[in-house]
């Protein structure tokens, strides 16, 4: 294919709406609307592979509109009435068939490179300091499958050259990608179908653990069934260059060789899909202090803050107090309860009281975590533990002496927040106005009915009445 005469193509067709539409649509959602991508440590500039993972979650509707966008570029001979000249020249057919096919795949190939360029920069600039190279298979596979969905889509249209078939094709790779999408509720996302089915589809879960990623045995199963013996690209490559109607049967034979060979390959259960990057979660330890490598940038602050909430613990709690710190590492499904220990503080930067915390918030959300840890999580995507941060706030106001109750968090000002607020300054003030020795044996009694997990409505105990 001669490079000019594809500069041409680029300069002369609609092929490089395609991948404008997919580079500003993409970058419209993700910095026009707030959403769930903004926020945690598994944000799309947080760390690389959750970027990676984003990007491709949004091929839920970028891949139908490749296809649609092929399908359309594929109807520009029939709708010109040039079919047939064209089919009278000497040239090739293949030949003339490898520029327009040339020039939308390389649109759509820079305008999703670009989304992963913005991404990859806005997580360079921020905290993380762990750069792997497991993401960027995540997103040549999307490159590679934007680029067959829209070859086929030219395919398809070339041998039904209908103004139907765009809007047909959009509607039913939407159908199918909506099919085959996985949900993220599980340990590991899962679907409504066969797991090996299930990554036929391009886009992937919503990632909500930043430690998840996808097996090499999915990318190599993708991979099969887009280009396996050429797989769907060559489907759409041979109905694009193909004239006749033995040719057109024939060209069915390439997606259906990749399919099989990729259901092959695919793995067969959710947790074999989508697997801990091991790398990302190896402990880096400063002391009795250690965080995952991928949020190694965060120890050189944290380190010193936890130590001193590590001292504060045991002037409080003697020999029950937990000894070390580490990042949570354990999967676990939405709503489920967190695994604790009295050994340990547990971090999780999801939490809303650590996600953003510097300074002396850190140290007392910390010493909030050791004393009066919460067993459901509170954060963006799962909600909860409005009723646990006045429990911890007195907590932590009574271990470091504080003269008054000191919030951990915004109070808010619903009814919920103004009761439980209320009643917490109440038990405030009784758990100071009793004796130091009835303090902490009611502080201790918290700390033992919160690592049971039976810690919610912990503020009569505080305040010396019996639990509900």
């Known amino acids: 294919m001669n490079g000019r005469v594809l500069g041409i193509e680029l300069r002369r067709s609609a092929a490089p709406w395609a991948g404008l539409v997919v580079l500003a649509g993409s970058l419209a959602v993700f910095f026009l609307i707030d959403g769930i991508w903004w926020r945690g440590d598994a944000g799309w500039t947080a760390q690389w592979t959750s970027m990676a993972l984003w990007t491709r979650h949004f091929l839920a509707f970028w891949w139908p509109l490749a296809v649609g966008f092929g399908a359309v570029y594929g109807l520009r001979d029939s709708r010109s009435r040039m079919g047939e000249l064209l089919s009278s020249t ?3 057919a293949w030949r003339r068939a490898a520029v327009p ?5 390389l649109a759509l190939a820079a305008g999703f490179g670009l989304v992963v360029l913005v991404g990859g920069v806005e997580v360079a600039l921020g905290r993380t300091t762990y750069t792997p190279l497991g993401w960027l298979p995540i997103s040549l596979v999307a490159i590679l499958g934007l680029v067959a969905g829209a070859v086929f889509g030219m395919g398809v249209a070339r041998a039904l050259p209908s103004v139907l078939t765009p809007p047909a094709l959009t509607l039913g790779f939407l159908v199918l990608t909506a099919f085959l999408s996985p949900n993220s509720d599980g340990l590991q996302p899962s679907g409504r179908t066969s797991n090996r089915l299930i990554q036929l589809s391009l886009a992937t879960a919503d990632p909500r653990q930043m430690l998840l990623t996808l ?6 199963g993708q991979t099969l069934w887009l280009l396996g013996l050429l797989g769907l690209l060559g489907t759409g490559f041979a109905l694009l ?4 109607h033995r040719g057109r049967a024939l060209a069915v034979v390439p997606v259906l060789v990749g399919t099989a060979l990729a259901l092959l390959v695919l793995p067969g259960a959710p947790r074999d899909s989508y697997v801990v990057d091991r790398a990302a979660a190896a402990p880096v330890c400063d002391g009795p202090v250690c965080l995952t490598r991928a949020n190694a940038g965060r120890l050189p602050e944290l380190a010193p803050r936890g130590k001193e909430a590590l001292k504060v613990l045991h002037d409080v709690l003697g020999d029950q107090a937990p000894t070390v710190i580490r990042e949570n590492t354990e999967l676990r499904a939405i709503s489920d309860d967190r695994p604790l220990s009295g050994d340990v503080v547990l971090v999780d930067f999801d939490e809303r009281l650590l996600t953003d915390a510097t300074g002396d918030a850190l140290t007392r959300a910390l010493i909030a975590q050791g004393l009066a840890p919460n067993c459901r999580a509170s954060n963006d995507r799962e909600g909860g533990g409005r009723g646990d941060v006045p429990v911890q706030s007195i907590a932590v106001s009574w271990a ?3 003269a008054k109750l000191q919030p ?6 619903d009814p919920y927040s103004l009761k439980i607020w209320a009643d917490a300054d109440a038990a405030w003030e009784r758990l100071t106005a009793a004796p130091p020795a009835e303090q902490r044996s009611r502080i201790a009694a918290l700390h033992a009915a ?3 997990c039976s810690g919610h409505g912990q503020l009569p105990v505080l305040a010396g009445e019996a639990a509900r």
């Open 90 to 92: 000497p040239r090739p």
């Open 241 to 244: 260059s193909t004239v006749t």
């Open 101 to 105: 096919a040339g020039a939308l795949a």
């Open 215 to 220: 097996s090499g045995a999915v990318h190599l």
């Open 400 to 402: 470091l002496h504080d």
């Open 408 to 413: 951990l968090a915004d109070k808010g000002s």
């Open 450 to 452: 919160m690592l049971s």
